[in-house]
T-cell receptor, first 114, second 110 residues
């Protein structure tokens, strides 16, 4: 069964450093998403991406964050200058077409420790 | 804020049906009800979704009331591996995001 994969599983970085989290969405999916979950808190939406453009983003997704689909398979989340409060699990998800009745499939997550 | 209300926790005996309720009284006509679960800190796992009709798949059944203001997720024969946090999410057109609440922590007891 196809699945979303994420690398690395755990990333440790120092405050102020740039990190890139990587995701390989399910191959025939067209919409891609990033969510995060701070330890003990709710899963929060960050951004959705379609056709090489951001289609929706949350207030959390400020100028420190960027997303990219550098090739036909990878989808990345970059944090330019990490802060302590960026420590969280980051989940990538993908869906076939982004419609209301469309389900999103999540990856296993990357634990970011700043 | 999440548009759904769920009990914070439930217990279920192994082998019995687990019935997880969700209230979504402000749901609008084009919004679907989705159920996901999260085991420890793993990625949310899709279970089932529906619009108006009841739905069933290999994992669970979804019962949506006629007025669509509430729904119930049914795990027909709960196992210890079903212990997880279960999220009921409402999403319609005009947005791509899921808004997760705090969910129901289901504990399946041996």
């Amino acid at each position: 069964e196809p699945e979303v994969t994420q690398t690395p599983s755990h990333q440790v970085t120092q405050m102020g450093q740039e990190v890139i989290l990587r995701c390989v969405p399910i191959s025939n999916h067209l919409y891609f998403y990033w969510y995060r979950q701070i330890l003990g808190q709710k899963v929060e939406f960050l951004v959705s991406f379609y056709n090489n453009e951001i289609s929706e983003k949350s207030e959390i997704f400020d100028d420190q964050f960027s997303v990219e689909r550098p090739d036909g398979s990878n989808f990345t989340l970059k944090i330019r200058s990490t802060k302590l409060e960026d420590s969280a699990m980051y989940f990538c998800a993908s869906s076939p077409n982004g419609l209301a009745g469309d389900e999103q499939f999540f990856g296993p997550g990357t634990r970011l420790t700043v | 804020d999440a548009k759904t209300t769920q009990p914070p926790s439930m217990d279920c005996a192994e082998g019995r049906a687990a019935n997880l309720p969700c209230n979504h009284s402000t749901i609008s006509g084009n919004e679907y009800v989705y159920w996901y679960r999260q085991i420890h800190s793993q990625g949310p796992q899709y279970i089932i979704h529906g619009l108006k009709n009841n739905e069933t798949n290999e994992m669970a059944s979804l019962i949506i009331t006629e007025d669509r203001k509430s729904s119930t997720l049914i795990l027909p024969h709960a196992t210890l591996r079903d212990t997880a946090v279960y999220y009921c999410i409402v999403r319609g057109t005009g947005t791509y995001k899921y808004i997760f609440g705090t969910g129901t922590r289901l504990k399946v007891l041996a």
